[in-house]
């Protein structure tokens, strides 16, 4: 039997941001009682993503934004410009809309510096929806 709730992130500007408590808050009552399962988390977004990285150390998330800031610039002859230099589609390609995290008694089996990150890659801030899924 399954678990899914639709859920919103707040409002956050262009960057790394660490949600794993925030996300946590939507889910409690989904991993209550899972002996051994996985969470599912999809984004229903094309400019921003979820992925998993290092939740200790600010300088990851701001290293992370940079690099991809390289990767994927602003600068290049972008076609798609409705909402300014469209690097966020790009961007949501190569870090991808959806992460899986086991779950071990009824708690996320991250690993011990893990955390989920939305990716967030509009300057303004957007509130994003989730869909999380419990198997």
């Known amino acids: ?10 409002r956050r500007p262009k960057g790394c941001h660490l949600v ?7 889910i409690r009552p989904g991993l209550e009682g899972v002996k051994i399962g996985m969470l599912y988390l999809f984004i229903q977004h094309t400019s921003a993503a979820l992925t998993i990285n290092e939740n200790y150390d600010p300088d990851v998330r ?10 994927v610039p602003e600068s290049l002859n972008w076609v798609h410009t409705d909402e ?13 809309t959806s992460i899986c995290v086991p779950i071990t008694d009824g708690r996320l089996n991250l690993g011990t510096w893990q955390g989920i990150y939305l990716t967030e890659f509009r300057h303004a801030p957007h509130q994003r929806r989730v869909v999380a899924t419990i198997l």
Do not use: N
């Open 1 to 10: 039997m399954g678990w899914q709730k639709t859920f919103t992130l707040g």
């Open 20 to 26: 794993t408590e925030e996300v946590l808050s939507h």
């Open 62 to 71: 701001r290293d992370m934004d940079m690099a991809l800031d390289k990767i």
């Open 84 to 96: 300014g230099p469209e690097v966020s589609h790009t961007k949501t390609s190569l870090v991808g």
